[in-house]
């Protein structure tokens, strides 16, 4: 279930799912697989972002903890909502909007 632009507003909190690769997966790192025939692994980690904005086009303003921005499309299939118990664990891991 990915949310929709109706269902996103500023200040909402969202998880995004990116992959990454490295030789040392952190302790975050989710389904993590050997690189066929390398010496790297391949690995998803959640992200905790908040929508910043909601854009002319529809697209979605994400804001990092650290201020980084990343434009996404709100129907993208790695983005989602937190559950209610995600709320309370990562309180403190999601940005603040200023």
Known sequence: MSPSKAALKPGDRVIFRAVKRSAHPGPRAKGVAPEPMGEDYSYEVDKLW????????????????????????????????????????????????P
Request: charged share 35%; no cysteine; hydrophobic share 40%.
């Open 50 to 97: 908040i929508v910043a904005e909601i854009q002319d086009d529809g697209q979605l303003l994400l804001r990092t903890r650290r201020g980084k921005t990343h434009v996404i499309k709100p129907d993208h299939p790695r983005l989602r909502r937190p559950n209610w118990w995600e709320k309370i664990i990562y309180a403190k891991r999601f940005p603040i909007l």
